[in-house]
T-cell receptor, first 111, second 116 residues
Framework: GQNIDQPTEMTATEGAIVQINCTYQ??????LFWYQQHAGEAPTFLSY????GLEEKGRFSSFLSRSKGYSYLLLKELQMKDSASYLC????????????FGTGTRLLVSP | GAVVSQHPSWVICKSGTSVKIECRSL??????MFWYRQFPKQSLMLMAT?????????EQGVEKDKFLINHASLTLSTLTVTSAHPEDSSFYIC????????????FGPGTRLTVT
């Protein structure tokens, strides 16, 4: 089976740093994506991790530990526009390399 | 970046009717397209994988006779919700995978379906 867990909701203040965790147990693993989704809109790509370690891209960084089945998304210098849902998705290697999405984390950034 | 379009962006239909949703890859040829469904405050659930020139692969629990998928060309896939019921009301999102990689899914803007 496929199991990808994230916290349901998180809150943080503008300018702060927040870490969103994702743990996974899947039947296959090729890599892990993080997407941002604003309400009523399609997800937009944030990051992709294949190897263990930290990938940094501006204010956003993503970390992966394959042995632990664990990833996190780190958001720095939070802005109000960062209020959104953040989706962790595992690229499985079963079938057509489909994505299995986690439950999603709703982040609310307050002034 | 890649552009994926969906049409319509929203639709209201009566129970028992059928609705067709189009997904177009505007920037590149897509060997594979994916159809997702998202209920309010929930994550995306993969419904089916659409492959050009062959039958779609449906996820467990998704009725293939109710959700008809046609991937007629490398740039167009359609999802038809047949005999729609209020419980089919949801946000339907397609994504495309670029032929030849790298593997990254580009998502369409979604279609909001409301069945009355």
């Amino acid at each position: 089976g496929q199991n990808i867990d994230q916290p349901t909701e998180m809150t943080a203040t503008e300018g702060a740093i927040v870490q969103i965790n994702c743990t996974y147990q899947t039947s296959g693993f090729n890599g892990l994506f993080w997407y941002q989704q604003h309400a009523g809109e399609a997800p937009t790509f944030l990051s992709y991790n294949v190897l263990d370690g930290l990938e940094e891209k501006g204010r956003f960084s993503s970390f992966l530990s394959r042995s632990k089945g664990y990833s996190y998304l780190l958001l720095k210098e939070l802005q109000m526009k960062d209020s959104a849902s953040y989706l962790c998705a595992v690229e499985t290697n079963t079938g057509f390399q489909k994505l299995v999405f986690g439950t999603g984390t709703r982040l609310l950034v307050s002034p | 970046g890649a552009v994926v379009s969906q049409h319509p962006s929203w639709v209201i239909c009566k129970s028992g009717t059928s609705v067709k949703i189009e997904c177009r890859s505007l920037d590149f040829q897509a060997t594979t397209m994916f159809w997702y469904r998202q209920f309010p405050k929930q994550s995306l659930m993969l419904m089916a994988t659409s492959n050009e020139g062959s039958k779609a692969t449906y996820e467990q629990g998704v009725e293939k006779d109710k959700f008809l998928i046609n991937h007629a060309s490398l740039t167009l896939s359609t999802l038809t919700v047949t005999s729609a019921h209020p419980e089919d009301s949801s946000f339907y999102i397609c994504s495309v995978q670029k032929r030849g990689g790298p593997y990254e899914q580009y998502f369409g803007p979604g279609t909001r379906l409301t069945v009355t």
